[in-house]
C-alpha cells in the first residue's frame, strides 16, 4: 500500500481504538518499510518490540504503582500510546472529533500517558 491509499483508508476511520490501532500501526509500518511488532510473549525480557507491553508505572496522584499498557513498545525507541478519533460530522466517535479542542486536549493527555509508561520502564527510550 502506498501512502496516498494508506491516508484515504484511514482518514475516515472511526469506532474504537482497540479495534483499529493494532492494523493501523501494521500498515503504518508497511508503508514505512519497517518490521512488524514481534508476538508478545509476557516476558519483559524478551518482548522488546510489541503490542500492549505491560509497564509498571507510578501514577502523578498517588503513591501506589500502576499496572498499565503501552499500546505500542519497541525498546530504548519509542513508546506509543494510541486514541481514535473521527471525522464524522458532529458525533463523538473514538475519543474526540478530530481538529477539535477536545482532540487536542485528548492528544496532550495521551503524550502524559506514553510518558508515564516511560518512566516505568528499565530502559527508556529517547526524549
Not at 493501523?24 to 524478551?46: I, K, M, S
Not at 473514538?94 to 506514553?114: E, L, P, Y
Request: proline fraction near 5%.
Amino acid at each position: 500500500m502506498d501512502i496516498a491509499a494508506f491516508l484515504a483508508k484511514w482518514t475516515g476511520s472511526g469506532g474504537s481504538e482497540r479495534a483499529n490501532k493494532d492494523i493501523f500501526l501494521v500498515e503504518l509500518c508497511d508503508v514505512l518499510g519497517v518490521a512488524h511488532p514481534d508476538p508478545a510473549t509476557g516476558d519483559r525480557e524478551r518482548d522488546r518490540y510489541v503490542f500492549e507491553r505491560d509497564v509498571t508505572r507510578q501514577g502523578p496522584l498517588s503513591a501506589t504503582p500502576r499496572q498499565g499498557r503501552a499500546d505500542l513498545y519497541k525498546e530504548s525507541r519509542f513508546v506509543l500510546e494510541a486514541k481514535q478519533g473521527s471525522s464524522q460530522g458532529a458525533a463523538r466517535v473514538g475519543t474526540a472529533r478530530r481538529d477539535t479542542g477536545a482532540w487536542f486536549s485528548a492528544m496532550v493527555s495521551a503524550r502524559g500517558q506514553a510518558m508515564g509508561y516511560v518512566e516505568g520502564l528499565a530502559k527508556a527510550p529517547p526524549s
